[in-house]
Structures are given as C-alpha cells and as structure tokens.
C-alpha cells in the first residue's frame, strides 16, 4: 500500500529500542494527533536519547552514542551544516541522520487504553511476570511490581512518556508496525543523509 503521510518521527524509550533490535516490540500505543491518520504502509523514524562526542574529528561525520550502547558511532553528517552541540540530547532533540530505526505500519487502530488485551501488550513491550501480572518495559528496577492488567502496565509507561493521565481512559493509536535496522534516509530521499555508521 502506498503511504498517505511523510515520515513522521516517534520518540522511544531506550529500553522500547532494545527490544526493536531483538524483534520483541512490535507494536506501540501512540497519542492521537498527527498519529491518528496512520494508515498500512505510512513509515516512522525512531527518535532515542543520545550523547554527542566532545571531540568530532572528521568533516563529513558526527559522533554519538546512543544512551544504552557502549561504543561511540561516526554517522554521516551533511558538509556545511552546524552539528549538534557536546553532550546529552533528549529523543526528541535527535537530528534525523543518528535515527537508526524506521517502523514501516502494519495497522492502526483506534483504541480505549483499556481495552488493549494482554497479546498486544506484550508486542507493545510490556512484560509478563512469571508470578503473574505485567511489567512496563519502561520501569528501570527489577524489583518493580507488577499490575494486575495489560492496560495498568501501559498506563505507566504512558504517562512517564508525557502522554497524561493514564487513568483517564484514554483514546490511543495502536500500531502494529515491522522494524527495520535502517535510516529512514535510506527509503525515502530528501530525509538526510541515510544515517550510515561505523563503530569506533
């Protein structure tokens, strides 16, 4: 199918990436707004948290490293245009060239966060506790408690992604997507460099 909308970019916690990259997550709950007129085909950049490198050496590159990863990365940089400054940067603040993954939507579908069932759940992440109940991908510790619902799971991650209140039932885009390892340059032209990558 061909796609309706640009690239749109959407920003993921670095443990959601993790999980992209192991073909675990598969799907996310999105807020409605420029997501509401996902359709079968549209392409997502993923946006992640990263730090730049102090000292960018070469013309024609830029070094960075992604929060969870332990080595520094050249990306193709554009000749001429400012690089981003030294240091941490939030997702949102991520320049298109460091996105490394590009979500190509299977289905999106308008949904009450409640009445996503416990399969969805676990593509969108969240984790089954052996003892029972669900774990958001999100919660850093490994002492964290579970919820007692898929959607309570979700909620958590909702609101700690800056959606609002997860208690208020809200309408949310699911989409179900296919990851691809790949700057979203690389599909479509006009969308920066490509993001290709060395490790140093």
């Known amino acids: 199918m061909i796609s309706n909308l640009p690239p749109l970019p959407v920003d993921l916690h670095p443990r959601l990436v993790d999980g992209l990259g192991k073909s675990r ?82 289905s999106a579908e308008a949904r009450r966060l409640s009445s996503i069932e416990s399969d969805e759940a676990v593509a969108c992440g969240v984790i089954m506790d052996p003892d029972g109940g669900f774990v958001p991908a999100t919660a850093e510790s490994d002492t964290f408690k579970p919820f007692g619902t898929p959607s309570e799971a979700l909620g958590y991650a909702w609101q700690e992604a800056g959606y609002g209140d997860p208690g208020e039932n809200p309408e949310v885009m699911l989409v179900e997507f296919t990851a691809m390892a790949r700057n979203v340059g690389r599909l479509v032209s006009g969308m920066g460099t490509g993001g290709s990558r060395r490790a140093s």
């Open 25 to 106: 997550v598969r799907a996310a709950i999105l807020p409605m707004g420029a997501f509401a007129r996902l359709r079968e085909g549209d392409l997502l950049w993923v946006r992640e948290q990263i730090f730049v490198e102090d000292k960018q050496v070469r013309g024609g590159e830029l070094r960075i490293k992604y929060t969870r990863d332990r080595y520094w990365q050249a990306i193709a940089w554009p000749w001429g245009r400012v690089r981003p400054r030294a240091g941490y940067h939030p997702a949102g603040r991520m320049p298109v060239e460091c996105s490394r993954y590009t979500l190509r939507v299977a």
